[in-house]
Structures are given as structure tokens and as C-alpha cells.
């Protein structure tokens, strides 16, 4: 089985460029999730949505942040405009259910010049 | 919200020892899994334990959620098992809902 895939593995942008990622999670899976990484703040949830629906978003750090989900098998998360400090490593994660395990993609690396 | 404690921070063993992590929260869960974080960046699922004992290989780990902590095992450890351990939880009390991660533990296995 596929597990959830992550594009673009790595980006380098400058700063004030807008940034996309993408998610597919696993297929069948009803919840997803973003996380970052950070060296300071560690692994944080960022925003989850169930049956494509954005349950909480309080993780998210600033307004420059947008995510949606526009079906059931794709999401993005978008940076505009991008800041040296978001350079982290995003995660995207699904599960099938409430109680359920959370699958993890292999994360974007992010690097803002 | 929730707190996740993981202790020890660090750990240097040598191939071939035995080793318990631990992991601390301070609510109830429903979910509580165990990661490894490879060199190269990617999380691994380990375990999905919000109670009892499960083992899988040299590895193990037990919940015990009525006093709050879990822990994982590594039996003989290899070079492979080198890397950062982290224990998350999901706090009860709803629908899916998002994982709080605790700090980790980089262990480090030397040859």
C-alpha cells in the first residue's frame, strides 16, 4: 500500500515567494494532518481536517499561512509571503480514524533564503 | 494542553545493550504512539499503544495509562537503531484530534 506522499521533497526559495506543498494521504484515510518541525519548537501540529473539513487551525503560526483540502486524497499548505523563519521540516500525516494511528509522509524540507 | 515528558534526553550505548525510554503525559489519551526518527529525517512508526504490551522484534513497549507514562524497550541494540525516539500523544475526549509530540531521545548506538 502506498503511505502518504509528500511534494516537493526539498525547496529552496527566496524570501517573499510563495510556497506550496502537497499531500496525498493514504487512501481510505478520513483525518490529516500537518505538522513542522523545528530545531527550537521541536515537532507541532499546525492544522487537521476531517472528511476534508478544517477541524483546528490554531497551530497555525500567522495569517501567511493557508491550508485546504479540496478532496479527499489531496491537501496543500501554503506560505505567502515566505520568511526565513518558516524554513523547517512540514509534515504530513493521515489516519483512518479517530483512536487510529497517524501515518506520516517523509516531510518537505523547507529552506528560505 | 497536554504535556509530554521523554526522558532520558540523550543515551550513548554500545552495540549489543539494552535500553528503556521513557514517556511522561499528564491527561488521558486515546492515542499514544512511539516514532523513530531515521538520519534521515523520516518518522517510523514503532508502535500505536495506548494501553497494554506490545512487542515487535528486539523492540517493545508497554502504556500504562492509568499512571500516565509508557515505555519503550530496545533489546541488543544495533547501529541501525541509532537515531531519536519519539513518543506522542492524542488526549481523549473527542474526534481525531492532533498528536503532541514530546522532545524526543537521541540514542546513540556505537559499534
Known amino acids: 500500500d502506498a503511505g502518504v506522499i509528500q511534494s516537493p521533497r526539498h525547496e529552496v526559495t527566496e524570501m517573499g515567494q510563495e510556497v506550496t506543498l502537497r499531500c496525498k494521504p493514504i487512501?481510505?484515510?478520513?483525518?490529516l494532518f500537518w505538522y513542522r518541525q523545528t530545531m527550537m519548537r521541536g515537532l507541532e501540529l499546525l492544522i487537521y481536517?476531517?472528511?476534508?473539513?478544517?477541524?483546528?487551525d490554531s497551530g497555525m503560526p500567522e495569517d501567511r499561512f493557508s491550508a485546504k483540502m479540496p478532496n479527499a486524497s489531496f491537501s496543500t499548505l501554503k506560505i505567502q509571503p515566505s520568511e526565513p523563519r518558516d524554513s523547517a521540516v512540514y509534515f504530513c500525516?493521515?489516519?483512518?480514524?479517530?483512536?487510529?494511528?497517524?501515518?506520516f509522509g517523509d516531510g518537505t524540507r523547507l529552506s528560505i533564503l | 494542553g497536554i504535556q509530554v515528558e521523554q526522558s532520558p534526553p540523550d543515551l550513548i550505548l554500545q552495540e549489543g545493550a539494552n535500553s528503556t525510554l521513557r514517556c511522561n503525559f499528564s491527561?488521558?489519551?486515546?492515542?499514544l504512539q512511539w516514532f523513530h526518527q531515521n538520519p534521515w529525517g523520516q518518522l517510523i512508526n514503532l508502535f500505536y499503544?495506548?494501553?497494554g504490551t506490545k512487542q515487535n522484534g528486539r523492540l517493545s513497549a508497554t502504556t500504562v495509562a492509568t499512571e500516565r507514562y509508557s515505555l519503550l524497550y530496545i533489546s541488543s541494540s544495533q547501529t541501525t537503531d541509532s537515531g531519536v525516539y519519539f513518543c506522542a500523544v492524542e488526549r481523549s475526549g473527542g474526534g481525531a484530534d492532533g498528536l503532541t509530540f514530546g522532545k524526543g531521545t537521541h540514542l546513540i548506538i556505537q559499534p
Open positions: 499503544i495506548p494501553s
Open positions: 487512501s481510505g484515510h478520513n483525518s
Open positions: 500525516a493521515s489516519s483512518r480514524l479517530s483512536n487510529q494511528p497517524q501515518h
Open positions: 491527561d488521558s489519551v486515546n492515542n
Open positions: 481536517f476531517n472528511n476534508n473539513v478544517p477541524i483546528d
